[in-house]
Nanobody
Framework: QAQLVESGGGLVQAGESLRLSCTAS????????MAWYRQAPGKQRELVAR???????NYADSVKGRFTISRDNAGYTVNLQMNTLKPEDTGVYYC????????????WGQGTQVTVSS
């Protein structure tokens, strides 16, 4: 069964760190990219960071220098190291996986809540 399993959300204070992880099931073939999106209350879902299968990454301007996205060697787990968290980083974080056989229809995780208190 194709699915994404996320972990690592929680409640922290401003300035602290969190690490999110997302593991894709082996039923997902031909992964092109893995990414993290977030959605704050009353706002649209936005891209936080993406890593391509070949390694290139891109980040939202608001997280550059604070967040780092990485993948394991097998290519099925993506991590998001979030440092120096700010209250505006609060939201539900979703893992996103694009695969060759489902162009335009990415897989989504169930979401994990990140809350940063001031």
């Amino acid at each position: 069964q194709a699915q994404l399993v996320e972990s690592g959300g929680g409640l922290v204070q401003a300035g602290e760190s969190l690490r999110l992880s997302c593991t894709a099931s082996r039923a997902i073939f031909g992964i092109v990219s893995m990414a993290w999106y977030r959605q704050a209350p009353g706002k649209q879902r936005e891209l936080v960071a993406r890593i391509q299968s070949g390694g290139p990454t891109n980040y939202a301007d608001s997280v550059k220098g604070r967040f780092t996205i990485s993948r394991d060697n097998a290519g099925y787990t993506v991590n998001l190291q979030m440092n120096t968290l700010k209250p505006e980083d609060t939201g539900v974080y979703y893992c996103n996986v694009e695969a060759k056989l489902r162009v335009g229809y990415p897989y989504w995780g169930q979401g994990t809540q990140v809350t940063v208190s001031s």
